[in-house]
Protein backbone atom coordinates (compact mmCIF):
# COMPACT_ATOMS: atom_id res chain seq x y z
CA UNK A 1 0.00 0.00 0.00
CA UNK A 2 2.79 2.36 0.73
CA UNK A 3 4.26 2.26 -2.78
CA UNK A 4 0.94 3.00 -4.33
CA UNK A 5 0.47 5.30 -2.44
CA UNK A 6 3.31 6.85 -3.48
CA UNK A 7 2.57 6.13 -7.21
CA UNK A 8 -0.90 8.06 -6.71
CA UNK A 9 0.86 10.96 -5.20
CA UNK A 10 3.18 11.20 -8.21
CA UNK A 11 0.23 10.66 -10.14
CA UNK A 12 0.56 13.42 -13.46
CA UNK A 13 -1.57 11.33 -15.67
CA UNK A 14 -4.61 14.22 -16.54
CA UNK A 15 -2.12 17.13 -15.73
CA UNK A 16 -3.21 18.78 -18.65
CA UNK A 17 -6.76 19.20 -17.93
CA UNK A 18 -6.18 20.45 -13.98
CA UNK A 19 -6.21 24.12 -13.81
CA UNK A 20 -4.58 23.93 -10.67
CA UNK A 21 -2.12 21.54 -11.89
CA UNK A 22 -1.77 17.78 -10.44
CA UNK A 23 -1.89 17.42 -6.49
CA UNK A 24 -3.33 13.92 -5.63
CA UNK A 25 -5.14 13.81 -2.43
CA UNK A 26 -5.74 10.74 -0.53
CA UNK A 27 -5.48 9.21 2.69
CA UNK A 28 -4.01 5.37 2.74
CA UNK A 29 -3.14 2.61 5.00
CA UNK A 30 -3.89 -0.88 4.45
CA UNK A 31 -5.24 -1.29 7.88
CA UNK A 32 -7.80 0.85 7.26
CA UNK A 33 -11.41 -1.06 7.97
CA UNK A 34 -13.54 1.87 6.18
CA UNK A 35 -13.14 3.49 2.90
CA UNK A 36 -14.61 6.60 2.11
CA UNK A 37 -14.89 7.18 -2.10
CA UNK A 38 -15.81 11.03 -2.09
CA UNK A 39 -15.63 12.79 -5.05
CA UNK A 40 -12.91 15.38 -5.43
CA UNK A 41 -10.92 17.61 -3.64
CA UNK A 42 -11.98 21.39 -3.45
CA UNK A 43 -9.33 24.35 -3.66
CA UNK A 44 -9.11 24.29 0.19
CA UNK A 45 -8.37 20.92 0.25
CA UNK A 46 -5.83 21.27 -2.80
CA UNK A 47 -4.06 24.02 -0.71
CA UNK A 48 -3.72 22.39 2.42
CA UNK A 49 -3.30 18.67 1.21
CA UNK A 50 -5.64 17.69 3.57
CA UNK A 51 -9.27 16.55 2.71
CA UNK A 52 -12.33 17.34 4.34
CA UNK A 53 -10.80 19.91 6.45
CA UNK A 54 -13.79 22.44 5.74
CA UNK A 55 -17.52 22.63 6.30
CA UNK A 56 -18.64 19.58 4.43
CA UNK A 57 -15.78 17.36 5.91
CA UNK A 58 -17.47 18.77 9.55
CA UNK A 59 -20.93 17.63 8.32
CA UNK A 60 -19.58 14.24 7.14
CA UNK A 61 -18.05 13.28 10.55
CA UNK A 62 -21.06 14.57 11.98
CA UNK A 63 -22.76 11.62 10.03
CA UNK A 64 -20.62 9.49 10.75
CA UNK A 65 -20.40 10.03 14.44
CA UNK A 66 -16.39 10.42 14.69
CA UNK A 67 -14.17 12.70 15.94
CA UNK A 68 -11.11 14.54 13.97
CA UNK A 69 -8.78 12.22 15.72
CA UNK A 70 -10.43 8.95 14.52
CA UNK A 71 -11.37 10.14 11.00
CA UNK A 72 -8.11 11.30 10.46
CA UNK A 73 -6.70 7.60 11.72
CA UNK A 74 -5.12 6.47 8.46
CA UNK A 75 -5.63 2.67 9.94
CA UNK A 76 -9.01 3.63 10.81
CA UNK A 77 -10.18 5.81 7.85
CA UNK A 78 -8.97 5.95 4.53
CA UNK A 79 -9.95 8.84 1.61
CA UNK A 80 -10.03 7.64 -2.09
CA UNK A 81 -11.73 9.80 -4.15
CA UNK A 82 -13.11 9.39 -7.42
CA UNK A 83 -11.19 11.98 -8.70
CA UNK A 84 -7.70 12.50 -6.45
CA UNK A 85 -6.83 15.97 -7.69
CA UNK A 86 -8.75 19.28 -7.77
CA UNK A 87 -10.84 19.19 -11.17
CA UNK A 88 -11.20 22.93 -11.88
CA UNK A 89 -14.75 24.90 -12.32
CA UNK A 90 -18.11 24.61 -14.34
CA UNK A 91 -18.25 27.62 -16.72
CA UNK A 92 -21.79 28.36 -14.49
CA UNK A 93 -19.77 27.98 -11.22
CA UNK A 94 -19.42 24.71 -8.60
CA UNK A 95 -16.95 22.43 -9.09
CA UNK A 96 -16.38 20.45 -12.55
CA UNK A 97 -16.68 16.56 -11.80
CA UNK A 98 -14.26 14.34 -10.86
CA UNK A 99 -11.70 13.29 -13.68
CA UNK A 100 -12.94 10.58 -15.10
CA UNK A 101 -9.08 8.62 -15.23
CA UNK A 102 -8.47 8.45 -11.94
CA UNK A 103 -10.70 6.35 -10.72
CA UNK A 104 -10.62 3.01 -13.36
CA UNK A 105 -6.80 3.81 -13.30
CA UNK A 106 -6.38 3.94 -9.17
CA UNK A 107 -9.34 2.02 -7.61
CA UNK A 108 -8.55 -1.18 -9.33
CA UNK A 109 -4.68 -1.08 -7.94
CA UNK A 110 -5.34 0.21 -4.31
CA UNK A 111 -8.82 -1.09 -3.21
CA UNK A 112 -7.26 -4.81 -3.31
CA UNK A 113 -4.59 -3.55 -1.02
CA UNK A 114 -6.60 -3.15 1.88
CA UNK A 115 -6.36 -6.19 4.36
CA UNK A 116 -9.65 -6.11 5.93
CA UNK A 117 -11.92 -3.17 4.57
CA UNK A 118 -15.38 -3.32 6.60
CA UNK A 119 -17.49 -0.83 4.78
CA UNK A 120 -17.23 1.45 1.66
CA UNK A 121 -19.00 4.44 1.97
CA UNK A 122 -19.81 5.96 -1.53
CA UNK A 123 -20.39 9.53 -1.23
CA UNK A 124 -21.97 11.53 -3.35
CA UNK A 125 -23.72 10.40 -7.06
CA UNK A 126 -20.17 10.46 -8.86
CA UNK A 127 -19.25 7.51 -6.76
CA UNK A 128 -22.44 6.04 -6.19
CA UNK A 129 -22.81 5.30 -10.24
CA UNK A 130 -19.41 3.90 -10.34
CA UNK A 131 -19.64 2.01 -7.79
CA UNK A 132 -23.16 0.63 -7.94
CA UNK A 133 -24.36 1.94 -11.44
CA UNK A 134 -27.19 3.70 -12.74
CA UNK A 135 -30.33 1.49 -11.99
CA UNK A 136 -32.03 3.46 -9.57
CA UNK A 137 -32.38 7.50 -8.81
CA UNK A 138 -30.25 8.94 -6.73
CA UNK A 139 -32.69 9.85 -3.41
CA UNK A 140 -33.90 6.40 -3.58
CA UNK A 141 -30.70 4.98 -3.68
CA UNK A 142 -29.98 6.41 -0.24
CA UNK A 143 -33.32 5.98 1.28
CA UNK A 144 -32.88 2.01 -0.19
CA UNK A 145 -28.83 1.76 1.51
CA UNK A 146 -30.04 -1.42 3.60
CA UNK A 147 -29.58 -3.35 0.19
CA UNK A 148 -25.82 -2.52 -0.10
CA UNK A 149 -24.75 -3.12 3.19
CA UNK A 150 -22.56 -4.92 4.44
CA UNK A 151 -20.12 -3.92 2.26
CA UNK A 152 -21.27 -0.37 0.71
CA UNK A 153 -23.06 2.90 2.17
CA UNK A 154 -24.38 5.15 -0.19
CA UNK A 155 -24.57 8.95 0.79
CA UNK A 156 -24.87 12.08 -0.74
CA UNK A 157 -21.91 14.63 -0.93
CA UNK A 158 -22.05 16.51 2.65
CA UNK A 159 -22.67 20.04 0.80
CA UNK A 160 -24.96 22.94 2.20
CA UNK A 161 -27.03 21.70 -0.69
CA UNK A 162 -27.91 18.80 1.02
CA UNK A 163 -29.15 20.24 4.00
CA UNK A 164 -32.34 21.53 1.37
CA UNK A 165 -31.78 18.55 0.09
CA UNK A 166 -32.52 16.65 3.55
CA UNK A 167 -35.56 19.01 4.53
CA UNK A 168 -37.34 17.79 1.45
CA UNK A 169 -36.31 13.86 2.66
CA UNK A 170 -37.04 14.17 6.58
CA UNK A 171 -36.12 10.06 6.28
CA UNK A 172 -32.41 11.37 5.96
CA UNK A 173 -32.03 12.58 9.23
CA UNK A 174 -34.46 10.43 10.68
CA UNK A 175 -33.25 6.75 9.00
CA UNK A 176 -30.50 6.68 7.53
CA UNK A 177 -28.24 8.99 9.35
CA UNK A 178 -28.69 6.13 12.56
CA UNK A 179 -28.04 3.71 10.59
CA UNK A 180 -24.91 4.64 8.92
CA UNK A 181 -23.65 5.76 12.40
CA UNK A 182 -24.27 1.85 13.55
CA UNK A 183 -22.46 0.56 10.39
CA UNK A 184 -19.74 2.69 11.08
CA UNK A 185 -19.41 1.42 14.61
CA UNK A 186 -19.56 -1.88 13.10
CA UNK A 187 -16.59 -1.68 10.81
CA UNK A 188 -14.69 0.10 13.62
CA UNK A 189 -15.29 -1.90 16.36
CA UNK A 190 -12.23 -3.95 17.54
CA UNK A 191 -12.50 -7.71 16.36
CA UNK A 192 -12.33 -10.54 18.72
S1 LIG B 1 -6.89 13.34 -10.91
FE1 LIG B 1 -6.17 11.25 -10.56
S2 LIG B 1 -5.51 10.53 -12.61
FE2 LIG B 1 -5.56 12.78 -12.68
S3 LIG B 1 -3.46 13.47 -12.14
FE3 LIG B 1 -4.71 13.45 -10.24
S4 LIG B 1 -4.29 11.42 -9.35
FE4 LIG B 1 -3.69 11.31 -11.52
Redesign the pocket.
Known amino acids: MEQAAAA?SA?????P??PLG???IHQLHAKARIVITSQ?PGTKAHLSGIPFEDASGERLRDWLGLDRDRFYDPTQVAILPM???Y?GHLPRGGDAP??P??AP??HPRILPLFARPRLRLLVGAHAIRFVLGRGMPFAERIRRYAETLPDHFPLPHPSWRTLVWAKRNPWFDAEVIPALRQEVARALAPTG
Open positions: ACTLCAHLPRPAGMCPPRECTW
